[in-house]
């Protein structure tokens, strides 16, 4: 009989070897960090898909960012609204994006897209759950296959909310409960 827990450790012992050999960078190569911003009881995060903002909505209202240079373009302080509904995962937009129905990812699930136009990927690890590990991977690469991890960086580490690229494949966000840091493509392929 095959001893199934033994077979099982040896692929989970494989799998963190191979991680541990991964690149450790603050940013991805050809990506530059825009900011990191402090948010209190962050709750959902949502691109629009019109503009490179994102609404990040906390229990103390909402802020529109403008992910080319971190501005906060609006705030407002209402804390519940005809304009949330965090169960359909969807909120309006605020400044603007006021028209714009946007869709979120949080507290009560939802997801931004792990691959950009581009091919890069972003893959998530929880080895040591509940803290996550997020790995930037270019086109055709991953962490979890053999010998197609080279070239991918761990790039976060922390108790992770949400994370993806916006719509147009240019920034990713990466959000926990308190704080949100985003990155920028610096020269998109045409």
Not at 52 to 65: A, E, F, M, P, V
Not at 88 to 106: H, M, S, V, W
């Amino acid at each position: 009989m095959i001893n199934l827990f033994n077979k099982k450790n040896q692929n989970q012992l494989r799998i963190i070897k191979r991680l541990k050999n991964i690149e450790r960078l603050q940013t991805p190569n050809g990506w530059q960090k825009i900011v990191s911003i402090a948010v209190g009881g962050l709750t959902e995060i949502g691109f629009s898909k019109t503009t490179n903002h994102l609404l990040i909505i906390s229990n103390t209202g909402r802020s529109l960012i403008n992910c080319s240079n971190g501005e906060r373009l609006a705030r407002d302080y209402e804390e519940n609204g005809d304009w949330y509904n965090p169960l359909a995962l969807t909120c309006q937009g605020i400044g603007t994006i006021a028209g714009e129905l946007i869709d979120i990812t949080g507290l009560c699930g939802g997801g931004l897209p792990i691959i950009n136009q581009y091919g890069e990927s972003l893959e998530l690890v929880a080895i040591n759950w509940p803290l996550e590990d997020i790995y930037f991977c270019p086109s055709g690469k991953s962490v979890f296959i053999e010998n197609l991890q080279t070239s991918c960086q761990h790039i976060f580490s922390d108790y992770i909310q949400s994370y993806g690229f916006s719509w147009n494949g240019v920034f990713i966000v990466i959000a926990t409960s308190s704080d949100v840091t985003i990155w920028q493509r610096l020269s998109p392929k045409l």
